[in-house]
């Protein structure tokens, strides 16, 4: 299975659940398939949690979810050592990041010292536990929920953990035609919670998901369309509305999720349409606007459109 059917299949497997929101699944599997995570941020209702859900149903995946809360302990994430009275022994007693897909329910409602407790297994795969490191799954995606309207008993993503997650992905409200769609379905009796029920088939094998790695590796991409690339985070340094641009890891992150939207097109190669499709999404969270520039209305999203059309496209 190549990786654009594989690609289709995820979309038209999802299709009997989710409706509308194609570029939202488009971005969330690109951003798996870069073996990377994602911020999923959108008001509650339009269908966030479904979509992680469903995705983990296709690829055969493991999940699990966590409702992040103000009192949510990084050890609820991690997992813990505990003490068996009949053996007289500690046992580890797993968190929920041992998983393929874990997501992050509402990340902002927990206080700092426990959204870091996600640094590292998002960062190195693995979880330090009373010295000892416990490795995660190779298959391993962190998909993270936040609510864009509400401020009071929320804390921030520190910048740090921003940086971790590969896209932010701003999920909207669905179009008139398929919000219909979603009424038919709930008159007809739908339910979100039973998957099974809606008829979803798994990829008939996991495999494929190691043989799509392996392709996308294999993507090409020009030095031209790779300079045009960089010119696009360099600019970003430099932008007036902007107090701190994108990294240089910014840079390989807009670079491998190119190179996976390619292959999910069909082609071995980068295009400039690939990296101007996702740089919105790549470089959204990893740019801080000035105060002047908060206070009049501009946006990430502004400023990322700004420098990609200043910039002359390679042929």
Same mark, same amino acid.
């Given at each position: 299975m190549?990786?654009?059917?594989?690609g289709?299949?995820?979309?038209n497997?999802?299709?009997?659940?989710?409706?509308?929101?194609?570029?939202?699944?488009?971005?969330?599997?690109?951003?798996?398939?870069?073996?990377g995570?994602?911020?999923?941020?959108?008001?509650?209702?339009?269908a966030?949690?479904?979509?992680v859900?469903?995705?983990?149903?296709?690829l055969?995946?493991?999940?699990?979810?966590?409702?992040?809360?103000?009192?949510?302990?990084?050890?609820?994430?991690?997992?813990?050592?505990?003490?068996?009275?009949?053996?007289?022994a500690?046992?580890?007693?797993?968190g929920?990041?041992?998983?393929n897909?874990?997501?992050?329910?509402?990340?902002?409602r927990?206080?700092?010292?426990?959204?870091?407790?996600?640094?590292?297994?998002?960062?190195?795969?693995?979880?330090?536990?009373?010295?000892v490191?416990?490795?995660?799954d190779?298959?391993?995606f962190v998909?993270?929920?936040?609510?864009?309207?509400?401020?009071?008993?929320t804390?921030?993503?520190?910048?740090?953990q #921003?940086?971790?997650? *590969?896209?932010?992905?701003?999920? /909207?409200?669905?179009?008139?035609? %398929?919000?219909?769609? $979603?009424?038919? @379905?709930?008159?007809?009796?739908?339910?979100?919670?039973?998957?099974?029920?809606?008829?979803i088939?798994?990829?008939?094998?996991?495999?494929?998901i190691?043989?799509?790695w392996?392709e996308?590796?294999?993507?090409?991409?020009?030095?031209?369309?790779?300079?045009?690339?960089?010119?696009?985070?360099?600019q970003?340094?430099?932008a007036?509305?902007v107090?701190?641009?994108a990294s240089?890891?910014?840079?390989?992150?807009l670079?491998?999720?190119?190179?996976?939207?390619?292959?999910?097109r069909?082609?071995?190669?980068?295009?400039?349409?690939?990296?101007k499709?996702?740089a919105?999404?790549v #470089?959204?969270?990893? *740019?801080?606007?000035?105060?002047? /520039?908060?206070?009049?209305?501009? %946006?990430?999203?502004? $400023?990322?459109? @700004?420098?990609?059309?200043?910039?002359?496209?390679?042929?």
């Amino acid at each position: 299975m190549t990786v654009r059917e594989l690609g289709e299949y995820v979309y038209n497997e999802a299709g009997k659940v989710i409706a509308g929101q194609e570029e939202v699944l488009e971005q969330v599997l690109v951003c798996f398939l870069s073996r990377g995570h994602v911020l999923l941020e959108g008001v509650p209702g339009i269908a966030k949690t479904l979509t992680v859900r469903t995705m983990a149903v296709i690829l055969g995946c493991d999940f699990k979810r966590v409702q992040f809360t103000p009192d949510l302990m990084p050890s609820d994430i991690t997992g813990t050592n505990v003490f068996d009275a009949k053996t007289a022994a500690f046992y580890l007693k797993k968190g929920p990041v041992f998983t393929n897909m874990l997501l992050a329910d509402e990340i902002n409602r927990t206080p700092p010292k426990t959204q870091a407790a996600l640094l590292q297994c998002m960062e190195e795969r693995c979880v330090s536990i009373d010295g000892v490191d416990y490795p995660l799954d190779e298959i391993f995606f962190v998909a993270a929920t936040q609510n864009p309207i509400e401020y009071e008993g929320t804390y921030p993503l520190p910048e740090a953990q #921003l940086d971790r997650f *590969l896209m932010k992905v701003i999920v /909207s409200y669905p179009d008139e035609q %398929s919000e219909i769609e $979603v009424l038919k @379905r709930a008159s007809l009796g739908f339910d979100p919670h039973d998957l099974t029920e809606a008829g979803i088939k798994p990829i008939p094998d996991m495999g494929a998901i190691y043989d799509a790695w392996t392709e996308i590796r294999n993507v090409q991409i020009s030095d031209d369309v790779m300079k045009y690339l960089v010119s696009i985070t360099r600019q970003t340094r430099g932008a007036y509305q902007v107090s701190l641009g994108a990294s240089p890891r910014a840079s390989v992150a807009l670079l491998k999720c190119s190179k996976t939207l390619a292959a999910l097109r069909g082609r071995d190669y980068v295009t400039p349409d690939d990296i101007k499709s996702l740089a919105a999404p790549v #470089l959204r969270h990893r *740019l801080i606007l000035t105060p002047e /520039s908060a206070i009049e209305g501009v %946006s990430p999203d502004d $400023v990322v459109a @700004r420098i990609v059309n200043s910039i002359q496209v390679p042929r």
